[in-house]
């Protein structure tokens, strides 16, 4: 029997099967942007969120019906059993018997590597608390490779580097492709030490600094995300680094022509709406780009 491929993190993909999710979301985009196929049609994915989500969760369920399968979706998680009690293994190991893959978002670190220890289909990691999100690091790599380049890129990740959990996966996919990257935050929210000793023993060269303005004129990427609010215990500590960046049309004054701006989304405040009718912003492509992609995900898992 072929063994479950789970998706937790990104270090379990060599830098070939990302090519390979790559190439694969590429040939899909065009079901993306519109049509059908019947690919999965028989199929069933469930969308297990603890946390809420737009894109995601949305982006799962259209690539899905996109490639002919059905989605079922637990809802918020008051209306589910999970209002009454019910752990996170015995849900996982319900929904086995319902569904031919899990897609899960929880707040704990490490949910989605223990579901995957109690599931009989594939777990795909939505997000799990400051942990990982894997598939939004292959859309953004994606995004990198289609809009500017992927191999050698100079790279600014900018914001909450301690919380955030699409830097933490990010960071260790650049370190397949030789990047060269700015780690750009307040003190309180520098990447974690783990992460970047992983980066120095990959050879990349990594610069800290807590000035956009050091960086700007010097990358090909600014990619930056939102002060993750929900991670912090103390609301007070929140508060001191709630407003530390925003990018104006005034901060790129000096960008190369070419520099494309990333985010995650959701903003609250990051990016001026200004900035989205600059040829730099692709930040709503990058959201687009996540069906493709999670379209090439769904056929590998359940292909
Ligand atoms: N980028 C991302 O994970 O967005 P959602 O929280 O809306 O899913």
Same mark, same amino acid.
């Given at each position: 029997?072929?063994?479950?491929?789970?998706?937790?993190?990104?270090?379990?993909?060599?830098?070939?099967?990302?090519?390979?999710?790559?190439?694969?979301?590429?040939?899909?985009?065009?079901?993306?942007?519109?049509?059908?196929?019947?690919?999965?049609?028989?199929?069933?994915?469930?969308?297990?969120?603890?946390?809420?989500?737009?894109?995601?969760?949305?982006?799962?369920?259209?690539?899905?019906?996109?490639?002919?399968?059905?989605?079922?979706?637990?809802? #918020?998680? *008051? $209306?589910?059993?999970?209002?009454?009690? +019910?752990?996170?293994?015995?849900?996982?190991?319900?929904? %086995?018997?319902? =569904?031919?893959?899990?897609?899960?978002?929880? #707040?704990? *670190? $490490?949910?989605?590597?223990?579901?995957? +220890?109690?599931?009989?289909?594939?777990?795909?990691?939505? %997000?799990?608390? =400051?942990?990982?999100?894997?598939?939004?690091?292959?859309?953004?790599?994606?995004?990198?490779?289609?809009?500017?380049?992927?191999?050698?890129?100079?790279?600014?990740?900018?914001?909450?580097?301690?919380?955030?959990?699409?830097?933490?996966?990010?960071?260790?996919?650049?370190?397949?492709?030789?990047?060269?990257?700015?780690?750009?935050?307040?003190?309180?929210?520098?990447?974690?030490?783990?992460?970047?000793?992983?980066?120095?023993?990959?050879?990349?060269?990594?610069?800290?600094?807590?000035?956009?303005?050091?960086?700007?004129?010097?990358?090909?990427?600014?990619?930056?995300?939102?002060?993750?609010?929900?991670?912090?215990?103390?609301?007070?500590?929140?508060?001191?680094?709630?407003?530390?960046?925003?990018?104006?049309?005034?901060?790129?004054?000096?960008?190369?022509?070419?520099?494309?701006?990333?985010?995650?989304?959701?903003?609250?405040?990051?990016?001026?709406?200004?900035?989205?009718?600059?040829?730099?912003?692709?930040?709503?492509?990058?959201?687009?780009?996540?069906?493709?992609?999670?379209?090439?995900?769904?056929?590998?898992?359940?292909?």
């Amino acid at each position: 029997m072929k063994p479950i491929r789970h998706v937790i993190n990104i270090q379990s993909f060599s830098r070939d099967e990302i090519d390979t999710i790559l190439d694969r979301a590429a040939q899909l985009e065009p079901i993306a942007h519109g049509t059908t196929s019947d690919i999965l049609s028989g199929r069933i994915l469930a969308t297990l969120f603890y946390e809420p989500s737009t894109r995601t969760r949305l982006s799962f369920d259209a690539a899905m019906k996109r490639l002919g399968g059905d989605v079922i979706d637990f809802g #918020p998680t *008051e $209306g589910s059993s999970v209002a009454k009690g +019910e752990n996170l293994a015995d849900t996982i190991s319900v929904m %086995g018997g319902y =569904a031919d893959a899990i897609v899960l978002r929880h #707040p704990r *670190e $490490g949910a989605a590597r223990m579901a995957s +220890e109690f599931s009989s289909v594939p777990v795909i990691n939505a %997000g799990d608390g =400051a942990g990982q999100h894997p598939t939004q690091t292959l859309l953004d790599l994606y995004t990198i490779r289609k809009e500017s380049k992927l191999n050698k890129v100079k790279i600014a990740l900018v914001g909450d580097l301690k919380y955030g959990r699409t830097v933490h996966s990010l960071a260790h996919a650049l370190s397949m492709y030789s990047a060269e990257i700015y780690l750009v935050a307040p003190d309180e929210l520098r990447m974690p030490d783990s992460i970047k000793t992983n980066l120095i023993e990959s050879g990349i060269r990594i610069t800290e600094t807590k000035d956009l303005d050091d960086v700007v004129g010097v990358v090909d990427v600014l990619y930056i995300t939102r002060i993750q609010k929900e991670r912090f215990p103390d609301p007070g500590e929140y508060q001191m680094v709630a407003c530390s960046y925003k990018i104006t049309e005034d901060t790129l004054k000096n960008a190369k022509d070419d520099l494309i701006i990333m985010h995650p989304l959701p903003r609250v405040g990051e990016i001026d709406p200004g900035v989205d009718k600059s040829r730099h912003a692709v930040y709503f492509k990058q959201s687009f780009y996540g069906v493709p992609v999670r379209m090439a995900i769904l056929s590998m898992v359940m292909g």
